[in-house]
């Protein structure tokens, strides 16, 4: 799947199978929210994103409409991806919202937030991932945050 904000310049890529894992694994912890760390790399121009791989947190919060994720015990895989060729790296966060819509909560964009103002994330644009699913559908969205602004990427 590719997908682009034609007005910024960018595209996120991310292959299907990677999608459906996600997915999947979010539903297994249906009605709770769930989520994880999102990995890949960026082109020589850094207009391009290729989403590669997921991280799950060890540790973790979660209720209907809550998902709260520690970093414990992540440094390790985030050293062995950067260690990769091409080098991957930590590039944002993918949560699930059951029975709801992958729209960006007041909660989602404080985490953003927190994520841009944490000197240790290292990352200016994060990726944010959000699906949204009932019994019957899944809809995701991917967003990106840039310039002071969260924007949704589209289909390319």
């Known amino acids: 799947m590719i997908l682009g904000i034609d007005k910024l310049g960018l595209s996120l890529e991310a292959n299907d199978e990677l999608l459906n894992s996600i997915v ?11 989520g994880g760390f999102l990995i890949g790399n960026y082109s020589d121009d850094n207009k391009r994103l290729h989403i590669t791989d997921m991280i799950l947190p060890e540790n973790f919060k979660a209720s209907r409409y809550f998902f709260e994720r520690t970093t414990k015990g992540i440094d390790k895989f985030l050293v062995n991806y950067y260690k990769e060729t091409p080098k991957k790296f930590y590039v944002g966060e993918w949560h699930t919202h059951p029975d709801n819509s992958p729209i960006p909560s007041f909660t989602d964009i404080s985490a953003i937030n927190a994520i841009i103002n944490n000197q240790n994330a290292c990352l200016v644009n994060p990726v944010l991932l959000i699906i949204g699913y009932s019994k019957t559908q899944v809809n995701f969205e991917f967003y990106v945050y840039f310039e002071n602004k969260l924007y949704k990427y589209g289909t390319c």
């Open 24 to 34: 999947e694994i979010g539903k297994s912890h249906y009605p709770n929210e769930f």
